[in-house]
Every structure is written in C-alpha cells, then in structure tokens.
C-alpha cells in the first residue's frame, strides 16, 4: 500500500502506533464504505526518498459539529524527514483546505501533541489558530477496556422509562432501557 510505502521500515512506529494492523488500515480506508480518506504525495523516481517515490500523506475524514456543521478531520499529515522543507507539508494542507471547501466544511480541525513544537509552528505559520489556549478544549479519550465497560454498564434501576433511537436508517439499533 503506497502509504506504507512512504513511511518506510525505519519509521513503521508512526503508523503502528496509530492501527492495530496493516490489514486493518487497507480495510478501514480502501472498501466501499470507508473509515477515512487518504492522498499520497508522489515524486519523480530521481527524487525518491529511501528509494520511495510516495513520500508523504495525509488521512483524513468528515466529521460534524453540533455548532458549526461540516468539518474534516485531519487525522494525520507525514512528509519523510529527507523530503521535508520542500513545500510538500503545504501542498498537502492546501489540497485539504480544497477538499474542506469542496464538501462545505466550516473548518478542518485536528490535535497535535504539545511536544511536537515544529509541526505546532507549521500550522500556526499556516494561519490555525490554537483551540487549546483560545478556548481550553481539553482532548479525552475512552481506550477499548474503557469502551466495554461503558457498553456493558447497567443503568441504576430506579430510571425513568426511556428510549434512545437514532433517525430512520440509522445503521445502529435502536437501544431500548427494557433490553437490560
Ligand atoms: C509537519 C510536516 C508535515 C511538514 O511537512 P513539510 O513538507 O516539511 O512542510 P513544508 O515544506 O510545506 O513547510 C515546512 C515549514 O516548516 C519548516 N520546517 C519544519 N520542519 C522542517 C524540516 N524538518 N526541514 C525543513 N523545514 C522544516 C520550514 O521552514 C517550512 O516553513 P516555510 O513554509 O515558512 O518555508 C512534516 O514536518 C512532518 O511530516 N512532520 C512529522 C509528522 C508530524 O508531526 N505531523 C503532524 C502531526 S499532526
């Protein structure tokens, strides 16, 4: 897969870290229906990088906020190091903001770790502003364990009758309070 590709043996870490398994990051992003999107940034063979010609991409996919509407979500944007500098970084967030325009975004939003001061200066040169200290969004996250013990959960037993259901053809079933 060319974004394999790209990343290459020495960096397969930032990848792994992000799915569980190749197989998986082919399903979930190349089937009929899928879990994000992706573009590849390619080079001519006398340019390769590590004897790589796709050396960069970026992941993506539609979000929604309850307040503004449309968004992408920039999941991740990687350059190999030897290609960096170059204006593939900003070639990349400006097919994005493209893509965002396309398909009536309000924004493109995404998190980068605090650490990672050269990519926070990337993207505040490009003009993002940082939600972080402007509003105090804090990022959380409920890992797998947490999620089972969520889904298995029993509600108090003195609830008031209740259904959640989702809009007609919602591809989840409805839960009903009776059901547990
Ligand atoms: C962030 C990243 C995608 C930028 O890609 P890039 O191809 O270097 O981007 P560009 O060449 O368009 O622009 C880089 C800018 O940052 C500076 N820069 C940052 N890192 C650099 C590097 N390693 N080498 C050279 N310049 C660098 C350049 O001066 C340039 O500034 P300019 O636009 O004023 O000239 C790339 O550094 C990267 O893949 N980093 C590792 C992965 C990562 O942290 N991604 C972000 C996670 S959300």
Redesign the pocket.
């Known amino acids: 897969m060319a974004l394999m590709g790209a990343v290459g043996r020495a960096d397969w870490r930032h990848v792994l870290e992000t799915t569980p398994h190749p197989r998986g990051l082919r399903a979930d992003g190349f089937s009929a229906d899928p879990f994000y999107k992706c573009l590849v940034a390619e080079v001519p063979a006398e340019l390769a990088c590590r004897g790589q010609t796709i050396v ?1 991409y970026a992941m993506y996919f539609f979000t929604y906020t309850a307040w503004k509407g449309r968004a992408l979500y ?1 999941e ?4 190999m ?1 030897e ?10 967030l400006r097919r994005i903001a493209e893509i965002a325009i396309q398909n009536k975004c309000s924004s493109l939003q ?1 998190v ?1 770790l605090n650490e ?1 001061r ?2 926070i ?2 993207y505040i ?1 490009k003009g993002a502003d940082d939600m972080t200290k402007a509003e105090g969004w804090h990022l959380f996250r409920f890992e797998r364990e947490q999620l089972e013990g969520l889904a298995g959960g029993k509600p108090p037993p003195e609830q008031l009758p209740l259904d959640i259901t989702g809009a007609p053809g919602t591809p989840f079933p409805p839960i009903s309070r009776e059901k547990f």
């Open positions: 960069g920039l991740d944007l990687y350059v190091d290609c960096r500098g170059k204006g593939i970084g900003g070639e990349f995404f980068v990672n050269p990519s200066e990337f040169a």
